[in-house]
């Protein structure tokens, strides 16, 4: 018997990526995909009221457009889990007020790529920038003096 507001096999644990953003989502896989890009879009415009920061360099950015627009998303996974250099591949799930988040691809610790489109007929980019190493304060070159001490 699951607890009202606890985590089970139903929930999962998702990271939706856009530009240098990484968002955890608790997602009920039984919840139509309308109703998880609703609720990606309330926390995204909840957290980042001026947008989305696409790319650093040059600089972008990407409002999150208002329910009212009847926004329309498309959503990718990576094509091999592991490299990242391999690209995207589009979820197609179809209609998206049925479709439930499990049928559509939305697994747990599954990373998932999100760009907002104009119109239906449109080839998403998924935009999305990964840290390097350079970017991280927690790499340290090793010194000729640490090396040495082996």
Same mark, same amino acid.
């Given at each position: 018997?699951?607890?009202?507001?606890?985590?089970?096999?139903?929930?999962?644990?998702?990271?939706?990526?856009?530009?240098?953003?990484?968002?955890?989502?608790?997602?009920?896989?039984?919840?139509?995909?309308?109703?998880?890009?609703?609720?990606?879009?309330?926390?995204?415009?909840?957290?980042? $009221?001026?947008?989305?920061?696409?790319?650093?360099?040059? /600089?972008?950015?990407?409002?999150? $457009?208002?329910?009212? *627009?009847? $926004?329309?998303?498309?959503?990718?996974?990576?094509?091999? /889990?592991?490299?990242?250099?391999?690209?995207?591949?589009?979820? *197609?799930?179809?209609?998206?007020?049925?479709?439930?988040?499990?049928?559509?691809?939305?697994?747990?610790?599954?990373?998932?790529?999100?760009?907002?489109?104009?119109?239906?007929?449109?080839?998403?980019?998924? *935009?999305? *920038?990964?840290?390097?190493?350079?970017?991280?304060?927690?790499?340290?070159? /090793?010194?000729?003096?640490?090396?040495?001490?082996?």
């Amino acid at each position: 018997m699951a607890i009202e507001g606890s985590v089970d096999e139903a929930h999962v644990s998702v990271r939706f990526k856009h530009g240098i953003h990484t968002i955890y989502l608790f997602v009920d896989t039984q919840d139509s995909m309308a109703a998880v890009g609703q609720e990606l879009r309330f926390l995204l415009r909840e957290r980042y $009221p001026g947008g989305l920061t696409t790319s650093l360099d040059p /600089p972008k950015t990407t409002v999150v $457009p208002d329910e009212e *627009e009847s $926004p329309r998303m498309a959503l990718a996974v990576l094509r091999v /889990p592991s490299d990242p250099t391999r690209g995207w591949k589009r979820l *197609e799930y179809g209609d998206e007020q049925s479709t439930k988040a499990g049928k559509a691809g939305l697994v747990q610790n599954g990373i998932v790529a999100f760009a907002f489109l104009d119109n239906e007929d449109d080839e998403p980019v998924f *935009e999305v *920038e990964w840290p390097s190493e350079e970017d991280d304060p927690l790499h340290l070159e /090793p010194t000729a003096d640490a090396s040495s001490h082996r």
